[in-house]
């Protein structure tokens, strides 16, 4: 199969239209590419839903750096609600004020996730899986949480997941 350009559905993230809901409605999610604020180039969230995909100039000061190509029979549509919550997810980030840069830094850290999971687990994302991740937010609910799952689980033997914590620190898996 042949590396080809897909065509994209390019919006400025103040432009992503939502539903009622506040979920982000888009004919193919597939196909989209995201512009922050103050920022010269789209990301292209929609091109996680090949597995196979490679930008058509390997170097960011050429024009083709930011557009990518696929294999197309690499196309798998259960990750159109990655995209899609993904999206919303980075939305919810400039909704709160944060600053391009450190979207565009959670943006990478997600797409070289994929990018791995591409390598080393390929059928990743192809289905849905509930998952819990706390993680540096120090809430009253995280705590809450922590506490209610130590409780839940002090008689079972812990196998596949860990949650250790202090009023300081918490990491979990």
């Known amino acids: 199969m042949t ?3 897909r065509n994209t559905i390019d919006l400025p993230i103040d432009q992503l239209p939502f539903s009622h809901e ?4 888009i004919f193919d999610f597939s196909r989209l590419r995201v512009k922050l604020p103050h920022k010269q180039h789209y990301h292209d969230f929609g091109v996680l839903c090949f597995s196979e995909r490679k930008r058509k100039e390997a170097h960011p000061a050429y024009k083709g750096y930011t557009t990518w190509q ?3 029979n690499t196309f798998h549509k259960e990750r159109k609600i990655v995209v899609q919550r993904f999206a ?3 939305y919810s980030l400039y909704s709160m004020g944060k600053r391009s840069v450190t979207i565009e830094n959670y943006i990478l850290v997600f797409v070289g996730f994929v ?3 591409d390598k080393e ?3 990743a994302f192809l289905k849905e899986k509930n ?3 706390l993680s540096s937010v120090f809430s009253e609910s995280t705590f809450a949480t922590i506490k209610l799952l130590k409780e839940k ?3 079972q033997k812990k196998e596949g997941w860990i949650i250790m914590g202090s009023p300081s620190w918490i990491k979990g898996t």
Do not use: D, M
């Open 121 to 123: 687990y390929p059928n």
């Open 115 to 117: 990018q791995w999971c």
């Open 22 to 25: 506040n979920n982000i409605e």
């Open 153 to 155: 689980y002090k008689e």
């Open 70 to 72: 696929v294999k197309l």
């Open 3 to 5: 590396w080809v350009e």
């Open 88 to 90: 919303e997810f980075i």
């Open 131 to 133: 998952s819990t991740v």
